[in-house]
């Protein structure tokens, strides 16, 4: 059993029992942030409770918000050498930074941008040895990006995802995306955002406090967990190798 | 199974292939980046030392004051004392004659003195509205300053930057007003950053690139939302692999909120500047100093590279100043003493954090 601090967030996911199969097998999970509160944390978190899982479990990363080298930078601080998961075959870095489908097209035709995308996640997956193939975490970073990126079409970004979906269902595959809410808070926008919470089994939003920004309390968030039937609500502050969760009023668990 | 080794330190000394030596005008910064000045001492300070090199620094202009314009210029003008390539982008049709407005660095003894020395205050009780002239310790990662090549310099906005300092060398200046669609922008930027590659070595050089308001009404393409967001998002990859950094300045309400909103969240470090009115009676009230106030700049964002800890800053909107009318320098906001009589509390005379909803006097 590894030791580690499980904690409040960890709880809300159900992550902090060492049981099988993992919590996030076959689910969607969808994280929503602000400008003022970046959610990438999450992101690293999840990574980082991925990898630290059994040996088999194996991570698909698709970048389109920094390169590798950040996220190295950042798992290091945290115990995790992606460097030397990424030659044992159990992390996959997809950098996206440069794609951009050509006006017109959007990803539609065989070969353009996110259908190409679709594809080596499944032929990634396809090629895994048996064992790891049911252990798939495949993160998104960010939607907002992929939506740039498909030049403004958020139909094929929300194909995109229905596509990744049928993974989660034919492999078991865990789908964790970020996105970010405040972006589509006008009235015409938010449909992009409500087919995402449709379609995930959980929901985390990360955001500021009602009063502002704080040096000891970065933010709130908030968990909605269909599975469970639950939803938490609680602080946090991020660190340079953990994330600590506590209720208000409380400086840790 | 393997397991997790969490080291307790946060500061991993990797800094093996950092820069063993840094050209002018650079420094080092935490989780090994490099830095260069934003031209205002006072905005250095603030963010921590400078602007990281690879990244992305937005700037929200307000449509009722050019203090936009400020920042760029010192921006500007501290690339070219450096003798770092530049390239200027501006819906003007000349832009070339932007240069000629660029201030020049202050002489040393033109340094502006913030105060009473602190030794003349032993014995002295100090009132509290002036306790901001000393020594408040935000984070400071001081270089040397040595020479000719301090890292950030003090500029004279009263005094035009010398021609040499123009001339001979790489400045690339262009006019976006014209331009049907960006990509004539993109292959001037393109061509820009391939002189400035990153990699594992030293960095002799940094580059800075200045785009003044990008989404202008007199630019062809200012109603290619989808367009302009493709160009941003592929300026800041370029950048990111780049040693150079990239502003860009736009008027927040030429975009549609969700528009604004995505190019806030492109922004490495996101910063608004915002006129003052003369004459605000409520706000003479209220601050101190206020009538040698131009302006106020909000921080909203400050880059965090290599790090998933966000940066909280103890204030976040500062007003700007011209000391002597020539320095431009950034003050932390002072409540004005209240009347005692009325019976209201005293505000402390610190600065405060500013909340998610902005408001007319929301410091």
């Known amino acids: 059993m590894n030791q580690r601090s499980s904690n409040l967030l960890d709880e809300a996911l159900g992550l902090d029992q060492a049981s099988e199969p993992w919590p996030l097998k076959g689910r969607v999970v969808a994280i929503e942030d602000r400008v003022e509160t970046s959610g990438s944390f999450i992101l690293h978190h999840l990574l980082k409770r991925s990898l630290s899982r059994n040996s088999s479990n194996v991570s698909i990363f698709i970048a389109f918000a920094q390169p590798f080298s950040h996220y190295d930078r950042v798992l290091r601080k945290q115990g995790w050498n992606l460097v030397s998961q990424r030659d044992n075959g159990r992390f996959f870095f997809f950098d996206m930074l440069k794609l951009q489908c050509p006006v017109g097209d959007e990803g539609i035709t065989p070969g353009g941008g996110l259908i190409a995308l679709y594809g080596k996640i499944h032929k990634t997956i396809s090629a895994l040895p048996e064992i790891s193939q049911k252990n798939v975490s495949i993160i998104i970073d960010d939607l907002s990006l992929m939506e740039v990126a498909a030049n403004g079409s958020s139909d094929h970004v929300l194909d995109f995802l229905h596509y990744c979906r049928t993974l989660t269902s034919e492999f078991d595959c865990s789908l964790i995306t970020l996105n970010h809410e405040d972006i589509y808070s006008t009235e015409d926008g938010s449909t992009f955002l409500l087919q995402m919470a449709y379609l995930a089994d959980i929901l985390i939003k990360v955001e500021p406090l009602a009063t502002g920004l704080a040096a000891d309390v970065h933010g709130q968030l908030t968990v909605s967990n269909k599975g469970r039937n639950k939803a938490s609500n609680f602080h946090f502050k991020v660190k340079e190798n953990m994330v600590e969760c506590f209720y208000p009023g409380r400086s840790r668990d | 199974m393997a397991a997790a080794k969490t080291r307790s330190s946060s500061f991993s000394g990797n800094l093996s292939s950092a820069a063993s030596s840094l050209g002018p005008g650079l420094k080092c910064g935490p989780n090994g980046t490099v830095l260069l000045s934003s031209g205002i001492p006072d905005l250095d300070k603030i963010l921590g030392g400078g602007f990281p090199l690879g990244s992305l620094v937005m700037v929200m202009e307000d449509a009722e004051a050019p203090h936009h314009m400020l920042l760029l210029r010192n921006f500007m003008s501290q690339g070219l004392v450096h003798s770092q390539p530049l390239l200027y982008a501006s819906p003007a049709r000349d832009p070339r004659g932007f240069l000629g407005t660029l201030p020049s660095p202050a002489a040393s003894k033109d340094d502006k003195s913030r105060g009473p020395e602190p030794d003349q205050e032993k014995g002295l009780r100090i009132a509290w509205q002036y306790k901001k002239y000393f020594g408040e310790n935000q984070l400071n990662f001081d270089g040397q300053r040595d020479g000719k090549h301090k890292y950030s310099n003090e500029f004279n906005l009263r005094n035009p930057l ?16 014209d331009s049907p669609d960006l990509s004539i922008l993109q292959d001037r930027c393109t061509t820009f950053l391939s002189q400035l590659p990153r990699n594992d070595g030293s960095i002799s050089c940094a580059g800075r690139i200045a785009i003044q308001s990008f989404c202008a009404p007199q630019c062809v393409y200012s109603n290619m939302e989808w367009e302009m967001l493709s160009f941003i998002r592929s300026l800041k990859n370029m950048v990111q692999s780049s040693n150079s950094v990239a502003i860009i300045t736009f008027p927040p309400s030429l975009l549609s909120p969700s528009f604004c909103k995505r190019w806030q969240h492109m922004a490495d470090t996101l910063l608004s500047v915002k006129a003052i009115q003369d004459d605000d009676k409520e ?67 610190g600065s405060c954090s500013s909340s998610s909803k902005t408001g007319n006097l929301d410091f």
């Open chain 2, 162 to 177: 010398e021609r040499h300092f123009i001339n001979g060398q790489r400045v690339d200046c262009f006019s976006i007003q």
């Open chain 2, 283 to 349: 706000l003479a009230q209220l601050l101190t100093g206020y009538q040698d106030m131009i302006g106020f700049l909000n921080v909203h964002k400050v880059a965090r590279i290599n790090t998933q800890v966000p940066v909280i800053l103890e204030a976040t909107t500062f007003s700007i100043k011209l000391q002597k009318r020539r320095y431009l320098i950034l003050e932390c906001l002072n409540q004005a003493p209240v009347d005692g009589s009325s019976g209201t509390s005293y505000g402390t005379s």
